[in-house]
């Protein structure tokens, strides 16, 4: 059997390139913070974006920059450096997501307060898991609508060979949009 080190993964990036790399590829994740520059995240988030600039990524494997938007497939080979990023990933891809889905003065029109003050990004990030929360609650109240009786034979998950219900608004949410 191969070395761990030896074991190869592949990435797919942005520009279509297959990118085959190894765990000793992956560097330890470098420490991101957008706290007083939200408007360096959008540059680095996704390969696939008009807003990417590849010379401002973190960091390179093998000669191509990584876009953020990566990091989740790529760090699942370190699992415990992933669970240490995780919770940060999920809010760069929320505030990022809403920021490439708008304009940056929309999105600071939206994040301004009445005085005029541009919102911090943990404000922002609140905000935006409120609205996300709700859209998850009105999802999975309208799933049950057209499912009625049969709502518990559709929204289920296997864990450990036991057949549950879902009972979360947002994986009830999830299964609901891919039904669509």
């Not at 960091?59 to 989740?72: D, K, M, N, Q």
Request: one cysteine or more.
């Amino acid at each position: 059997m191969p070395a761990p080190s030896s074991k190869s993964f592949t990435l797919t990036l942005g520009n279509s390139t297959r990118l085959s790399f190894t765990i000793d590829d992956v560097p330890e994740p470098p420490f991101l913070s957008f706290a007083k520059d939200l408007e360096s995240l959008p540059p680095i988030w996704s390969d696939m974006s008009p807003l990417w600039e590849p010379s401002k990524a973190p960091f390179s494997i093998r000669g191509h920059p990584i876009a953020l938007v990566h990091w989740r497939e790529l760090y699942h080979c370190k699992p415990r450096q992933w669970n240490g990023l995780k919770e940060r990933w999920h809010e760069c891809k929320m505030i990022a997501e809403h920021w490439l889905g708008t304009t940056p003065a929309l999105f600071w029109a939206e994040f301004t307060n009445p005085k005029g003050e541009r919102l911090s990004y943990t404000a922002i990030l609140s905000e935006l898991q409120r609205r996300s929360k709700e859209q998850n609650t009105k999802a999975a109240e309208a799933a049950h609508a057209p499912y009625g009786s049969n709502f518990s034979d559709q929204f289920t998950y296997v864990k450990h060979g036991k057949t549950h219900v879902l009972s979360q608004p947002s994986a009830i949410a999830k299964q609901f949009r891919n039904m669509e």
